[in-house]
């Protein structure tokens, strides 16, 4: 399996980060639906990857059309499915919204081995907070937001506000990543994306993205079939 060069607490810190959220992920999903065949799908997700990562697949950008352009489009498909589908609403209906929002956290200790990554030219400057990746932002006001939702001491317009600008930074990421693309280099060849196309690295869009984008969906889901107001009316 072809490997791509990278400093020990990057493919360290790629790899335990998706290995955490994953199963943290799985096992929300696993007790809002009452089955334990989550696990069944999410490790066959996680084979699934690595078998095509693993065959070179998804690092052959010569190729028209490029699979790693194919694979985003159906990850970032997957992720509203997982987000929306009624399938999954029991996720919403039964996680409290603590728990929706403090398993977002995991955004900021990946932003910062991301910037690990960059600072060592692994990836791309642009997709750091060097660059213009702000999403440093949503996980550090997880960390705040979800024990106060807890309390009770968290308004509605804050989770609004905050998820709301977790879906506009992922936005934002997919543009850069769009742009940084191998195949497309709009912001030149010292900015090409390749990392993601290899293990471990390809669990970040693959597990970390798609939890970060189903997430968000699920507090949107809950926002909306809970609509008063969070915090407990004072006596």
Known sequence: METYPAPALVTWGIASLALLVGAAALGLASRALGTGRV???GLGWVGLIAAVSGSGLLANFDARP??????????VSLSFWVGLSRHTAAVAARTPLAVLVGLQAFRLPLELVMHEAASSGVM?????F???NFDILTGAFALILAPLIALGKAPRW???AWNTLGFVCLFAILVIAILTAPFIL???????NRWVAYVPFVYLPAVMVLVAVAGHCHVARWLRQNPGPLTPPRT
């Open 130 to 132: 060097s660059g213009y």
């Open 66 to 75: 490029p699979p790693l352009a194919l694979f985003m489009v159906a990850l």
């Open 158 to 160: 804050a989770v609004v």
């Open 186 to 192: 709009a912001l030149g060849p010292q900015s090409a």
């Open 124 to 128: 791309p400057r642009e997709l750091s």
């Open 39 to 41: 696990w069944l799908f």
